[in-house]
Structures are given as structure tokens and as C-alpha cells.
């Protein structure tokens, strides 16, 4: 669990590290949830999530406001988080978080991304039971609180695990379906959480070698810079 199989997390964030396009995502998952739950941080646990995602990023409270108010726009009514499965060479797996106004737009440009590199979008549902779900919270050490200790606090709010980080601080992980009592959790203790974020962990991680994942690199990066895409989540160990 310690290590994150999200899709090379240090090619994404220098992929993702332009502000150009790293607000512009962040704004998309901020606009989205509280399209779908309300504009009120306080009873919107998703919006919470996305807000705290972009303070992590050091999004300006400007953007972060313009974004919530986006979504009594007119123009998002289409707007919808969509997911989307594939198959990659050499048994990666792959699976695709997307905010969209258009999802003909973005699963045809997917499918054209996995064609041309010898895979295949597949039909939904058929890889997500390969992947656990669940809520990461990123932490810095609470003063008089060593991690036995801790770790009974959070274990009513759905602790799975507890890791300390070189830094110091904390990660913890739980079920998905637990974020919102995890951050309650979290903000009763005082925790200064530097990241709260939901992904998915893959269940049977494949090895790949330099040459093959050299190939992978090509079209994950494709998948990545498309306008839709939110998060990529892969296989690869």
C-alpha cells in the first residue's frame, strides 16, 4: 500500500506541473462537485476534497471561488465525471478519470489513443474490481500524539493503515466510502493535512521492463494531456 500505483506519480506531476494545465483540472474537479453536491464546502465532502486538492497545489482562492461558482452556469449542464477502462499492451491495465461535456468527444479520442498503440478501451466495469479504492490523507506529525496513539483516534473513522513518511508526517488510507469521516476525523485532532486525495490501488501490480515501459510512457502521456482526463491509474508496479 505504501507505494502509490498511481501512474508514475513523478512523470505526471512534471507533466501536470505547468500551472496552465494543472488549474484548469483542479478548477474541473472543484466545478464538479458542486455541481453534483452543493456549494457548501461544510455538507459536500467531494467539495472539500477538491478544494483542499488545489490548496495543496497552491491554487489562488480566486480560482477556487470562480470554479465553485461555475457550477450554476448554464453551460455546465452536460458537464459529468465519467470513467473509463482499458487495456494496454503487455497486461497493463488502466483506468480513467475524466470530467467532460461531451463524453462522445472523449471516449472517441481515448480509443483512438489505445488503438494506435496496440490496446483497447473496454467496457465499463470490467477492470474496476482489479483496483481497491480508497481515501489518502497526507499529514504532518500532531504534537503529543505519537502513531500508537493515533492510530486508535482514526480507527472508528475507518483506518486500514497508518504509514510514517521520511519527512515525519503520516499517510493514512482507508476505504473510499470513509473519506468524509476520516477528514472530520482529522480536522477534530487538529491534523494539518497537506493532501487528501481518492485513488486506486491495483490488486495483482505487473513488472515491466525499461523497453516496455518506454512504449507504455508514450501512450499514458497521450492519455494524460487530453483535456477530459482528471486521473490515470494503472497496473504498473
Not at 461555475?70 to 470530467?99: S, T, W
Not at 483512438?112 to 490496446?119: D, E, L, W
Not at 495483482?204 to 499514458?220: C, F, G, H, R, S
Amino acid at each position: 500500500m505504501g507505494r502509490a500505483f498511481e501512474y508514475r506519480r513523478a512523470a505526471k506531476e512534471k507533466r501536470w506541473g505547468k500551472m496552465s494545465t494543472l488549474f484548469p483540472r483542479l478548477g474541473k474537479a472543484i466545478t464538479l462537485a458542486a455541481k453534483e453536491g452543493g456549494t457548501d464546502p461544510e455538507m459536500n465532502a467531494k467539495l472539500r476534497l477538491a478544494i483542499q486538492a488545489a490548496k495543496a497545489e497552491n491554487m489562488p482562492k480566486d480560482n477556487i471561488e470562480n470554479a465553485i461558482k461555475r457550477a450554476d452556469h448554464q453551460d455546465m449542464a452536460n458537464f459529468v465525471e465519467a470513467f473509463y477502462e482499458g487495456k494496454a499492451p503487455y497486461g497493463v491495465l488502466v483506468y480513467i478519470e475524466c470530467a467532460t461535456d461531451n463524453t462522445n468527444r472523449t471516449v472517441s479520442n481515448l480509443k483512438a489513443y489505445f488503438s494506435r498503440s496496440g490496446g483497447q478501451i473496454v467496457p465499463s466495469g470490467q477492470l474496476e474490481y482489479m483496483f481497491d479504492r480508497k481515501a489518502v490523507f497526507e499529514f504532518n506529525k500532531i504534537e503529543g500524539m505519537d502513531r500508537d496513539s493515533l492510530e486508535l483516534e482514526l480507527i472508528d473513522a475507518g483506518l486500514e493503515e497508518l504509514e510514517e513518511t521520511e519527512e515525519g508526517g503520516f499517510v493514512a488510507y482507508s476505504d473510499y466510502t470513509t473519506f468524509g469521516d476520516m477528514q472530520k476525523a482529522l480536522e477534530g485532532l487538529k491534523a494539518d493535512v497537506q493532501k487528501a486525495s481518492l485513488k486506486r490501488f491495483p490488486k495483482n501490480p505487473v513488472e515491466l521492463t525499461d523497453e516496455q515501459m518506454a512504449e507504455i510512457d508514450k501512450l499514458m502521456e497521450k492519455v494524460e494531456n487530453d483535456d477530459d482526463v482528471q486521473q490515470v491509474f494503472t497496473n504498473i508496479a
